[in-house]
């Protein structure tokens, strides 16, 4: 009960924000946009084991590539601020078709839907490359994994990429566009990563041979 009150609490804290941030509360698509975000925070928040989302807070000692972790939450943040700016207020760029935002509010939610699945189903989920060995890491199988070898990652590349669209946003889909090729590289190094480091994670990757995209990478 704590943690769904405290995922709807962080919710409405967002939508706060970011409806602040535009200034009006007349836009539909914003407000698709924020339930989208707070039904995944909400699900987040009370099927993501707390050992996972403390290590997305702060990360054990070790690992590699932990720039790159920020830079995508920093874009990420910043998808939403120029967004909820521009579509509110400023109008930069807020030309996008009504066609294609629906688009992108689909591919939103059906990324970061995918990723909160992967994020509840596997127990050693870090923003950083690490095996974790205080926790005894294992390799993890089952739900998404058993499709592709990162899906949280594929859940990220959609969501994360399709949100400056999804907002209404060319000028949010830049930073949106840099989160989702910062994943992609990601994917590749912990990938290799993996390989040399997580035992059966070779096996794995013989029977699961697709790392994001099935039939093609």
């Keep these: 009960m704590r943690r769904l009150a405290r995922g709807l609490a962080i919710g409405l804290v967002y939508g706060g924000v970011l409806f602040a941030l535009a200034g009006r509360l007349d836009l539909p698509l914003l407000w698709v946009f924020w339930s989208i975000g707070a039904i ?38 910043a998808v939403g601020v120029i967004g909820a700016l521009d579509v509110g207020r400023f ?35 870090s923003p950083v490359v690490r095996v974790q060995g205080e926790g005894a890491h294992q390799l993890v199988t089952a739900g998404p994994y058993g499709l592709v ?18 907002l209404g946003s060319w000028w949010a889909f830049l930073p949106s566009a840099a989160c989702a090729l910062l994943v992609l590289r990601r994917a590749a190094l912990e990938d290799r990563y993996l390989q040399e480091h997580l035992t059966g994670y070779r096996e794995y990757s013989q029977r699961v041979p697709y790392r994001l995209f099935p039939g093609l990478w």
């Design 40 to 77: 995944a925070i909400v699900a987040g928040a009370v099927t993501i084991p707390p050992a996972v989302v403390q290590e997305q807070m702060r990360p054990a000692p070790g690992g590699a590539d932990r720039r790159r972790r920020i830079a995508v939450m920093v874009l990420a943040n």
């Design 91 to 125: 109008h930069w760029s807020d030309t996008v078709p009504r066609e294609l935002q629906i688009v992108a509010l689909l591919a939103y939610a059906g990324g970061i839907g995918f990723l909160v699945w992967s994020m509840a189903v596997n127990e050693f989920f």
């Design 149 to 166: 070898r990162h899906p949280g990652y594929l859940g990220m590349v959609f969501g994360y990429g399709a949100s400056g669209l999804a």
